[in-house]
């Protein structure tokens, strides 16, 4: 009998996301035998650190590349938002289940309901310049307070730092079952999700036909393409995390539709466009999208 082992993160998300997958492989492919193998990266050492100064994402998967390349694991699960737009030598992208959803929520104070409801120049919690700037756009007055650390550490800040919400990605919240606490869903065209916000990666050695057959059991097409396009646009903006980045696509009849959003580090530029085009070729729509996105960018007179 074939026996599989799963690396990831120790964090409740990752662990949650990691049976998640483990589930749905085994739904349809019963003779398999899996194992969890938590593995903890730099990223996860220095929590305290704000993103800004830790920079670079890699940070939160290189440990657990390393154990596939060294045939410790055979399977990585991460969520596919936080990879990097390339992967080291020797490693592929299997296919992609079906996403979950993909918009960003506030988990907002007792006693408010929506983003409208706010009081004059309440306190949001968020560490991400796509959401701050966002955010900023449609309620100028509002204060934005910069905090990172996993969902729950997230939560807790909403009381110890007297916030009145925090913006999360509805994904997380739905997979550790805390749907219940999401006080409002904001519209992608309010706030243009993290390219593939919500789907998940399943990293494997690039020659191992078996993993590979054994994962793409489980892709859906539709996410496929879908994330496909959006990191195409990650890739042709080739945008750190220290700027306001963000895409979404959606399928319209047989097209596929496209949103890219990029700006600088200081929020004064932020460009947004959208751009429609096949379905066949969704990495080549996100790096023309992202092109015509520079332009504008590089021409930008607020
Ligand atoms: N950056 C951390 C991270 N990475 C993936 C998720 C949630 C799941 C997802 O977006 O796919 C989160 C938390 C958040 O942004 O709220």
């Given at each position: 009998m074939m026996k599989v082992v799963v690396g990831t993160r120790g964090s409740k998300l990752a662990l949650t996301q990691t049976n998640w997958v483990i589930d749905q492989l085994k739904e349809r492919n019963p003779q398999v035998e899996f194992e969890v193998k938590i593995i903890k990266t730099k990223g996860d050492l220095i929590q305290h650190l704000s993103l800004d100064k830790i920079g670079d994402k890699g940070l939160f998967v290189k440990e657990i590349e390393q154990q596939l390349l060294d045939k410790e694991i055979d399977i990585a699960v991460h969520s596919?938002?936080?990879?990097?737009?390339t992967l080291p030598a020797g490693l592929r992208f299997a296919g992609t289940p079906e996403r979950e959803d993909p918009r960003d929520v506030l988990i907002l104070k007792e006693g408010y309901k929506n983003i409208d409801d706010l009081p004059r120049g309440a306190k949001i919690g968020t560490g991400s310049k796509r959401r701050k700037y966002q955010l900023l756009k449609y309620r100028p007055d509002l204060e934005i307070v910069p905090i990172r650390g996993n969902i729950d550490t997230r939560i807790q800040k909403i009381k110890d730092e007297n916030l009145d919400g925090i913006v999360l990605a509805a994904a997380g919240m739905i997979r550790a079952g805390?749907?219940?606490?999401?006080s409002y869903y904001f519209p992608v065209d309010l706030m243009v999700p993290a390219?593939?916000?919500?789907a998940l990666a399943i990293e494997i050695r690039e020659n191992d036909l078996e993993i590979e057959s054994l994962v793409n059991s489980i892709k859906d097409e539709v996410t496929q393409v879908r994330v496909a396009a959006e990191r195409g646009f990650l890739i042709g903006v080739?945008?750190?995390?220290h700027v306001p980045m963000g895409a979404y696509c959606e399928i319209v009849g047989d097209q596929l539709k496209l949103t890219g959003l990029y700006g600088n580090e200081e929020g004064s530029k932020l460009v947004i466009k959208t751009l429609e085009g096949s379905i066949e070729s969704p990495i080549d729509l996100g790096v023309e999208l992202a092109q015509l996105v520079l332009k504008e960018y590089e021409n930008y007179e607020g």
């Amino acid at each position: 009998m074939m026996k599989v082992v799963v690396g990831t993160r120790g964090s409740k998300l990752a662990l949650t996301q990691t049976n998640w997958v483990i589930d749905q492989l085994k739904e349809r492919n019963p003779q398999v035998e899996f194992e969890v193998k938590i593995i903890k990266t730099k990223g996860d050492l220095i929590q305290h650190l704000s993103l800004d100064k830790i920079g670079d994402k890699g940070l939160f998967v290189k440990e657990i590349e390393q154990q596939l390349l060294d045939k410790e694991i055979d399977i990585a699960v991460h969520s596919m938002k936080d990879m990097p737009s390339t992967l080291p030598a020797g490693l592929r992208f299997a296919g992609t289940p079906e996403r979950e959803d993909p918009r960003d929520v506030l988990i907002l104070k007792e006693g408010y309901k929506n983003i409208d409801d706010l009081p004059r120049g309440a306190k949001i919690g968020t560490g991400s310049k796509r959401r701050k700037y966002q955010l900023l756009k449609y309620r100028p007055d509002l204060e934005i307070v910069p905090i990172r650390g996993n969902i729950d550490t997230r939560i807790q800040k909403i009381k110890d730092e007297n916030l009145d919400g925090i913006v999360l990605a509805a994904a997380g919240m739905i997979r550790a079952g805390m749907t219940e606490q999401i006080s409002y869903y904001f519209p992608v065209d309010l706030m243009v999700p993290a390219p593939a916000q919500g789907a998940l990666a399943i990293e494997i050695r690039e020659n191992d036909l078996e993993i590979e057959s054994l994962v793409n059991s489980i892709k859906d097409e539709v996410t496929q393409v879908r994330v496909a396009a959006e990191r195409g646009f990650l890739i042709g903006v080739n945008g750190s995390c220290h700027v306001p980045m963000g895409a979404y696509c959606e399928i319209v009849g047989d097209q596929l539709k496209l949103t890219g959003l990029y700006g600088n580090e200081e929020g004064s530029k932020l460009v947004i466009k959208t751009l429609e085009g096949s379905i066949e070729s969704p990495i080549d729509l996100g790096v023309e999208l992202a092109q015509l996105v520079l332009k504008e960018y590089e021409n930008y007179e607020g």
